[in-house]
């Protein structure tokens, strides 16, 4: 079965050329747009169009292209990875737009992540996050068999739920403080639920939310946005877990 | 007599390594506190050599063209790692690990390379386990495990479907831990573009900072190429879109040999292409064939109806269906290995019996496993895979049949190592898939990401002592050194060049027809007369490329098609290179078919006598023909047989 062709439709795209320059939005206009393309591959016809009519293309961020590598972001239409639900960007498809239709795409609008270039964003404060605990202490070697602690089946599980997270930033993008909580909580989850992660439990909740705070991202007022815009469907049940471990770690101080 | 020396070490197989670690040098303490090694990538292999390294004591510099180490390409592998752990009782053991990788490879790696991968890898299960990777587990608290093609045991460790996330996390988490203590300076968006080579050695790279577009200069005692591999030389494959060769090409224009670069994995089980536009291939993991069985109708007029639409799958009786695997191998049916089921779905789809409207699909059918173990059965192993089915085709695998075509997944080539995974050039090591050394003509599933983490975990945090050692004499390297000056300026003038051009044809555009010229004769079946064309085409299409190619956009800046432009600057050579590569080796082995060397049934026919070497290939100059150094294979452990699957 062949796909359907949207013949006509108008992608408004925020421009900016690099970090300090104003932005704007133009509008574009993509012709011939099967709808089994990804989105990606749409803006990719839309920057072969620009680059043949002497414009600069669209600078974005992807990689992967299957949805692990959390490269790409992209607020399309409103919506953090687009209007599909438990996908991210590069994962759309054209079905999910119409005939006519006008395409808004802007990148993730935090503070803590600059504008790089159009729709290219600066997510280094999610590594600095990780860095400051985001790890179990173990150097290479020396340690002990692979099955000398059980783990419980379940507790294994839900670690991998909350280790599942891509990094991709969808969840401070759509919170309307701009809080990257369930991507602390995704992590500081992980770790809690293993034997492993214990021994340092108290000082990574204190040390990953303490670099979250300074760096600017705002605080979290549970309204579930992020769940929701999440494309791997993180749980905020993680942010309740991460609370918990965060209240341990303030009380023992 | 081969310039090569691979410097395997004596003494039987079993103790080669322990004999080579006792005789190889150790650095101090005070001074791996002096010295500096930059590694390239921050994949499996990169970010665990550069967390290992720098745990030790080195000072590390780790570049990665993503904004995260953490989004490497080894971030989607989906099947899992192998281990020679042996936690089933299956009689799995290191012995068992290292036959069946030295067979899978079709008997063209090297057996001590092989040995020593088996023996380490009990050791990254123990090592990501600690690091608190979440491997399934059973209701007993045990790591659990699964099987992959090929095997007879079940030593697979696996994190649902996303094996390669988790244990890159694993290591990313290592790597964070030495970021933050100051051990390992990361340079995201920092893309190499030159290897800088002082007195014969390797002493630096020069890098581009794809934001500012500032060229940069970085010394170090030794450079670790991790990059990956160069499957995107056809354009469409399984790797990520940045995934590229320009990190490997650099050394090899350098004076480091390139090996076997026709050893190009095809894997059978990838969504097939759609229309023109498509940007890159889907994997479907090979563990569907567990429970999928493969086929295409029996009667030409069926398939034609199916491509014209006017029937669907489920309007064939199973009568009139040709589960061919079934039919050729009847042992191992539709789990024979990678390369054999590839070149099956060819065959029947050059025959006419292919299924899309392109003729480019065979199906891959769950409806008799749902019959004969329900549908929440399936839906609990693969669920995950038929969403993201779903999502790209917007059909529904449970309710008729998955369609799938080969696709290009993974290279067996790389750059030549030795032993200690150094390459002919003294002090630039190469690790991961970026190397070509354990998986010979054929990888075996789940091997890939062992072999990475083999190697930057347990391998070469020892080996690169033995060369470290006498380097502690040489202060921090000089990026004022005439030899910096002049390779900063070799990078700048390249892109400079790529820029002036000024023509009318995106890079895209070349990249495409590079990737067809490719697929077309240096595919899955291969002759002399089209290898020999496919030289010429890529030659034509270079002197094309220099010609007509628009890059737009400004050099300081953020300029993805600049980035590409380079990328596709080498992929252009490399694949001449890699056509060179096949048409000198005139047997089939592994991936590597040539239709010349074939039984009379059609399957693939070793040539021992003639090719039981490693082609490794050192640069001559662009328009001159690089000249080939052979290192023989010497099995002194296993026999070598002719595979058959049958
Ligand atoms: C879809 C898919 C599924 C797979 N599934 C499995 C599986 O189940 N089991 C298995 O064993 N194997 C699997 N493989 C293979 C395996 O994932 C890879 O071979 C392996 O992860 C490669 O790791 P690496 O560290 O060598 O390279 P990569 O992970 O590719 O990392 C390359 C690194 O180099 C950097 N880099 C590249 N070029 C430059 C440059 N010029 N300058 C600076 N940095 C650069 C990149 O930024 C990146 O950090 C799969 C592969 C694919 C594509
Ligand atoms: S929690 Fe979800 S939305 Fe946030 S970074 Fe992780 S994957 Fe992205
Ligand atoms: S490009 Fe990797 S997740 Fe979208």
């Given at each position: 079965?062949?796909?359907?062709?949207?013949n006509?439709?108008?992608?408004?795209?925020?421009?900016q050329?690099s970090p300090?320059?104003?932005?704007?939005?133009?509008?574009?206009?993509?012709?011939?747009?099967?709808q089994?393309?990804?989105?990606?591959?749409?803006?990719?016809i839309?920057?072969?169009?620009?680059?043949?009519?002497?414009?600069?293309?669209?600078?974005?961020?992807?990689d992967?292209?299957?949805g692990?590598?959390g490269?790409?972001?992209?607020?399309?239409?409103?919506?953090a990875?687009g209007?599909?639900?438990?996908?991210?960007?590069?994962?759309?498809?054209?079905r999910?737009?119409?005939?006519?239709?006008?395409i808004?795409?802007e990148?993730?609008r935090?503070g803590?992540?600059?504008v790089?270039?159009?729709?290219?964003?600066d997510?280094?404060?999610?590594?600095?996050?990780?860095?400051?605990?985001?790890f179990?202490s173990?150097n290479?070697?020396g340690?002990?068999?692979?099955n000398t602690?059980?783990?419980?089946?379940?507790?294994a599980?839900?670690?991998?739920d909350?280790?599942?997270?891509?990094?991709?930033?969808?969840?401070a993008a759509?919170?309307?403080?701009?809080?990257?909580?369930l991507?602390?909580?995704?992590?500081?989850?992980?770790?809690?639920?293993?034997?492993?992660?214990?021994?340092?439990?108290?000082?990574?909740?204190?040390?990953?939310?303490?670099?979250?705070d300074e760096?600017?991202?705002?605080g979290c007022?549970?309204?579930?946005?992020?769940?929701?815009?999440?494309?791997?469907?993180?749980?905020?049940?993680?942010?309740?877990?991460?609370?918990?471990?965060?209240?341990?770690?303030?009380?023992?101080? | 007599m081969?310039?090569?020396?691979?410097?395997i070490?004596?003494g039987?197989?079993?103790?080669?390594?322990?004999?080579?670690?006792?005789?190889i040098?150790?650095?101090?303490?005070?001074n791996k506190?002096?010295?500096?090694?930059?590694?390239?990538?921050?994949?499996?292999?990169?970010?665990?050599?550069?967390?290992?390294?720098?745990?030790l004591?080195?000072?590390v510099?780790a570049?990665c063209?993503q904004?995260?180490?953490?989004?490497?390409?080894?971030?989607?592998?989906?099947g899992?790692?192998?281990a020679?752990?042996?936690?089933?009782?299956?009689?799995?053991?290191?012995?068992?690990l290292f036959?069946?990788?030295?067979k899978?490879?079709d008997?063209?790696?090297?057996?001590?390379?092989?040995?020593?991968?088996?023996?380490?890898?009990?050791n990254i299960?123990?090592?990501?386990?600690?690091?608190?990777?979440?491997?399934?587990?059973?209701?007993?608290?045990l790591?659990?495990?699964?099987?992959?093609?090929g095997?007879?045991?079940?030593?697979?460790?696996?994190?649902?479907?996303?094996t390669?996330?988790?244990?890159l996390?694993?290591?990313?988490?290592?790597?964070?831990?030495?970021i933050?203590?100051?051990?390992?300076?990361?340079?995201t968006?920092?893309e190499?573009?030159?290897l800088?080579?002082?007195?014969g050695?390797?002493?630096?790279?020069?890098?581009r900072?794809?934001?500012?577009?500032?060229?940069?200069?970085?010394?170090a005692?030794?450079v670790?190429?991790?990059?990956?591999g160069?499957?995107?030389?056809?354009?469409l494959?399984?790797?990520?879109?940045?995934c590229n060769?320009s990190?490997?090409w650099?050394?090899?224009?350098?004076?480091?040999?390139?090996a076997?670069?026709?050893?190009?994995?095809?894997?059978?089980?990838?969504i097939?292409?759609?229309?023109?536009q498509?940007?890159k291939?889907?994997l479907?993991?090979?563990s569907?064939?567990?429970?999928?069985?493969?086929w295409?109708p029996?009667?030409?007029?069926?398939?034609e109806?199916?491509?014209?639409?006017?029937?669907?799958?489920?309007?064939?009786?199973?009568?009139?269906?040709?589960?061919?695997?079934?039919?050729?191998?009847?042992?191992?049916?539709n789990l024979?290995?990678?390369?054999?089921?590839s070149?099956?779905a060819k065959?029947?789809?050059?025959?006419?019996?292919?299924?899309?409207?392109e003729?480019?699909a065979v199906?891959?059918?769950?409806?008799?496993s749902i019959?004969?173990?329900g549908?929440s059965?399936?839906?609990?192993?693969?669920?995950?895979?038929f969403?993201?089915?779903?999502?790209?085709?917007?059909?529904?695998?449970y309710k008729?049949?998955m369609q799938?075509?080969?696709?290009?997944h993974?290279?067996?080539?790389?750059t030549?190592?030795?032993?200690?995974l150094?390459?002919?050039?003294?002090?630039?090591?190469?690790?991961?898939?970026?190397?070509?050394?354990?998986?010979?003509?054929?990888?075996l599933?789940?091997?890939?990401?062992?072999?990475?983490?083999?190697?930057g975990y347990?391998?070469?945090?020892?080996?690169?002592?033995?060369?470290?050692a006498?380097?502690?004499?040489?202060?921090k390297?000089?990026t004022?050194?005439p030899?910096?000056i002049?390779a900063?300026?070799?990078?700048?003038?390249?892109?400079e060049?790529?820029?002036?051009?000024?023509?009318k044809?995106?890079?895209?555009?070349?990249?495409?027809?590079?990737?067809h010229?490719?697929?077309?004769?240096?595919?899955m079946?291969?002759?002399?007369?089209?290898?020999t064309?496919?030289?010429?085409?890529?030659?034509?299409?270079?002197?094309?490329?220099?010609?007509?190619?628009l890059?737009?956009?400004?050099?300081?800046n953020?300029?993805?098609e600049?980035?590409?432009?380079?990328?596709?600057?080498d992929?252009?050579?490399?694949?001449?290179?890699l056509?060179?590569?096949?048409?000198?080796?005139n047997?089939s082995?592994?991936g590597?078919?040539?239709v010349?060397?074939?039984?009379?049934d059609?399957?693939?026919?070793?040539?021992?006598?003639?090719?039981?070497y490693?082609?490794?290939?050192?640069?001559?100059?662009?328009?001159?023909?690089p000249?080939?150094?052979?290192?023989?294979?010497?099995?002194?452990?296993?026999?070598?047989?002719?595979?058959?699957?049958?």
């Amino acid at each position: 079965m062949a796909d359907k062709i949207l013949n006509k439709i108008y992608v408004k795209v925020w421009r900016q050329n690099s970090p300090k320059a104003k932005g704007r939005f133009e509008t574009y206009t993509v012709e011939n747009i099967s709808q089994g393309t990804s989105f990606l591959e749409m803006i990719d016809i839309l920057n072969d169009q620009l680059i043949l009519g002497g414009k600069d293309p669209i600078a974005f961020d992807h990689d992967c292209r299957e949805g692990i590598c959390g490269m790409c972001s992209l607020y399309i239409n409103g919506h953090a990875h687009g209007p599909d639900t438990m996908v991210t960007t590069c994962q759309l498809h054209m079905r999910r737009f119409n005939e006519g239709q006008t395409i808004t795409v802007e990148p993730w609008r935090v503070g803590a992540f600059p504008v790089i270039k159009d729709v290219m964003v600066d997510r280094t404060a999610f590594e600095k996050i990780q860095q400051a605990g985001g790890f179990v202490s173990v150097n290479t070697g020396g340690v002990p068999d692979g099955n000398t602690i059980p783990i419980f089946q379940d507790d294994a599980e839900e670690a991998m739920d909350a280790a599942a997270c891509i990094g991709c930033g969808a969840c401070a993008a759509t919170c309307k403080n701009s809080s990257a909580m369930l991507f602390v909580a995704a992590k500081v989850s992980q770790f809690a639920k293993l034997p492993q992660g214990q021994v340092e439990a108290k000082r990574r909740a204190k040390a990953m939310v303490a670099k979250m705070d300074e760096l600017g991202f705002g605080g979290c007022t549970n309204t579930g946005a992020c769940e929701l815009a999440c494309p791997k469907s993180i749980s905020i049940a993680h942010i309740a877990r991460l609370n918990r471990e965060y209240l341990v770690a303030k009380l023992s101080d | 007599m081969s310039i090569l020396n691979s410097n395997i070490p004596e003494g039987p197989i079993s103790q080669k390594w322990s004999n080579h670690k006792a005789k190889i040098k150790v650095v101090s303490p005070a001074n791996k506190r002096k010295l500096e090694i930059i590694v390239i990538g921050t994949g499996l292999a990169g970010a665990s050599a550069a967390a290992s390294l720098s745990e030790l004591g080195y000072n590390v510099k780790a570049f990665c063209y993503q904004d995260s180490p953490r989004r490497a390409h080894s971030i989607a592998a989906q099947g899992g790692i192998n281990a020679a752990k042996n936690y089933q009782n299956d009689n799995d053991s290191v012995y068992r690990l290292f036959y069946d990788t030295v067979k899978g490879g079709d008997y063209r790696s090297r057996e001590a390379n092989v040995h020593r991968l088996a023996e380490v890898s009990p050791n990254i299960i123990d090592q990501c386990v600690a690091q608190g990777v979440p491997f399934a587990r059973e209701y007993g608290g045990l790591l659990s495990n699964r099987s992959f093609g090929g095997v007879l045991v079940s030593r697979t460790f696996y994190a649902r479907g996303q094996t390669g996330q988790q244990l890159l996390l694993g290591a990313y988490s290592a790597l964070n831990r030495q970021i933050g203590a100051g051990g390992v300076k990361m340079y995201t968006r920092h893309e190499m573009l030159d290897l800088v080579t002082i007195d014969g050695k390797a002493r630096g790279i020069i890098a581009r900072d794809m934001v500012t577009g500032e060229i940069k200069r970085f010394g170090a005692h030794a450079v670790v190429i991790a990059s990956g591999g160069y499957g995107n030389v056809f354009f469409l494959s399984t790797n990520a879109m940045g995934c590229n060769a320009s990190a490997s090409w650099v050394c090899y224009k350098k004076g480091a040999f390139f090996a076997n670069p026709c050893f190009v994995q095809i894997h059978p089980t990838c969504i097939p292409v759609h229309g023109s536009q498509q940007s890159k291939l889907t994997l479907m993991s090979e563990s569907l064939r567990n429970d999928g069985r493969v086929w295409t109708p029996r009667k030409l007029e069926d398939a034609e109806k199916l491509r014209k639409g006017i029937i669907g799958p489920n309007d064939i009786a199973d009568a009139d269906r040709d589960f061919y695997l079934e039919r050729r191998y009847p042992s191992y049916g539709n789990l024979v290995p990678r390369d054999v089921a590839s070149r099956a779905a060819k065959e029947r789809c050059d025959a006419g019996f292919g299924v899309n409207s392109e003729g480019k699909a065979v199906y891959l059918d769950f409806k008799y496993s749902i019959e004969r173990l329900g549908r929440s059965t399936i839906e609990k192993r693969y669920g995950n895979l038929f969403q993201m089915y779903e999502k790209i085709t917007d059909h529904d695998p449970y309710k008729e049949p998955m369609q799938i075509y080969p696709a290009i997944h993974y290279t067996m080539g790389g750059t030549w190592v030795d032993y200690n995974l150094m390459t002919t050039i003294p002090g630039l090591y190469a690790i991961g898939e970026a190397n070509f050394s354990d998986h010979g003509a054929n990888r075996l599933g789940a091997s890939a990401l062992m072999q990475g983490l083999a190697d930057g975990y347990f391998v070469l945090p020892y080996t690169i002592g033995d060369y470290l050692a006498g380097e502690i004499m040489v202060p921090k390297i000089d990026t004022n050194l005439p030899e910096f000056i002049e390779a900063e300026k070799g990078v700048t003038t390249k892109l400079e060049k790529l820029f002036n051009i000024k023509g009318k044809t995106p890079v895209d555009h070349f990249h495409k027809k590079l990737g067809h010229i490719m697929w077309e004769y240096v595919g899955m079946a291969r002759n002399a007369e089209g290898l020999t064309k496919a030289i010429k085409e890529i030659q034509e299409l270079r002197v094309e490329f220099y010609k007509d190619l628009l890059v737009p956009g400004e050099m300081k800046n953020v300029n993805p098609e600049l980035e590409k432009a380079g990328r596709v600057a080498d992929f252009i050579e490399l694949g001449e290179l890699l056509a060179r590569d096949a048409l000198n080796r005139n047997e089939s082995c592994g991936g590597h078919f040539r239709v010349e060397s074939c039984t009379e049934d059609g399957e693939a026919k070793r040539d021992d006598e003639n090719f039981a070497y490693v082609a490794a290939w050192e640069f001559k100059g662009v328009d001159s023909v690089p000249v080939l150094h052979k290192e023989d294979l010497v099995f002194e452990t296993i026999h070598l047989t002719q595979r058959s699957y049958k």
